[in-house]
């Protein structure tokens, strides 16, 4: 998917991985049918994800709202101060996690809290460590080599815009031949989470005029788009209807700054949620 609201703080990581259909000595048709009957058995499994739905998660993740705000930051129009980091997923509740769905979320959530360190300036060192391990867990440690990459020095907006669009088509590109769209869409979801909390966080600073650059419509859309792909993913990972259920709420907490900080217990516990 592309640049988050989820990308409020620098560039954000949204892409997700499909699996490739299994059987080849299969017709289309027959694999339509196995498909079909898997769906109302209420078994179906990856292996059986189609060609059609692959297409079309890949374009809902390309129609993923934009924002200003990335280049804003780059170009220093906008700057972000976060005094409170307590608010950040602690370090320490990676060692807790078991399962890969609690992994792919918390991975999703740090990525998050690493993007707001690097853009208020301050040591990533120890998510960078949590980040290693994590991804490392998911089978997906491709994935901070591209992340690495930085835009060019004094890009312009056309060149930033455009270094950007490649850098996430390169990380749909990877999770896509590595099969791990239900990976990326708990990452993604986690990180949803993560943002709503910085925004909930009463000791945010933004100079500049950061609403303006669609802060709130452009994390509102991401979350409807990122709930519909996990609703027709669902019956492929049960566990991505779990994760579109608990971060659901999240549309009516976020619409302003205001509303987020007024509901900032609320938006912890979801986020808390999504690691039980």
């Known amino acids: 998917m592309k640049k988050n609201f989820i990308y409020l703080l620098s560039l954000s990581f949204c892409t997700w991985g499909m699996v490739s259909c299994g059987g080849g000595s299969q017709t289309k048709g027959d694999a339509a049918k196995i498909e079909d009957a898997a769906v109302v058995a209420g078994s179906a499994t990856k292996n059986l994800l189609t060609e059609e739905l692959k297409v079309e998660t890949v374009t809902?993740?390309?129609?993923?709202?934009?924002?200003?705000?990335?280049?804003?930051?780059?170009?220093?129009d906008v700057s972000i101060g976060v005094g409170d980091l307590s608010y950040m997923l602690p370090v320490a509740k990676a060692a807790e996690l078991n399962t890969q769905s609690q992994k792919a979320r918390a991975c999703g959530m740090y990525f998050a809290d690493y993007n707001i360190l690097k853009a208020t300036g301050q040591p990533t060192g120890e998510l960078e460590n949590v980040l290693v391990k994590l991804t490392s867990d998911l089978n997906i440690a491709f994935v901070q080599d591209i992340m690495k990459q930085q835009a060019p020095a004094n890009a312009s907006k056309e060149d930033f815009k455009t270094f950007t669009k490649d850098q996430e088509n390169r990380l749909i590109?990877?999770?896509?031949?590595?099969?791990?769209?239900?990976?990326?869409?708990?990452?993604?979801?986690?990180?949803?989470?993560?943002?709503?909390?910085?925004?909930?966080?009463?000791?945010?600073?933004?100079?500049?005029?950061a609403t303006s650059a669609g802060l709130s419509e452009n994390m509102e859309g991401r979350l409807n788009i990122l709930g519909e792909i996990a609703q027709d993913l669902s019956v492929y990972y049960p566990e991505l209807n779990e994760m579109k259920q608990t971060i659901e709420p999240l549309k009516d907490k976020v619409e302003t700054i205001n509303t987020a900080r007024s509901q900032n217990a609320e938006i912890l516990a979801i986020r808390d949620a999504l690691l039980k």
């Open 60 to 76: 809902l993740l390309k129609d993923m709202p934009d924002s200003e705000l990335p280049y804003r930051l780059y170009a220093k």
């Open 173 to 209: 590109d990877a999770m896509a031949d590595n099969d791990k769209i239900d990976v990326q869409l708990e990452m993604l979801g986690g990180m949803a989470s993560e943002y709503a909390c910085l925004l909930a966080n009463p000791s945010l600073v933004i100079k500049g005029d």
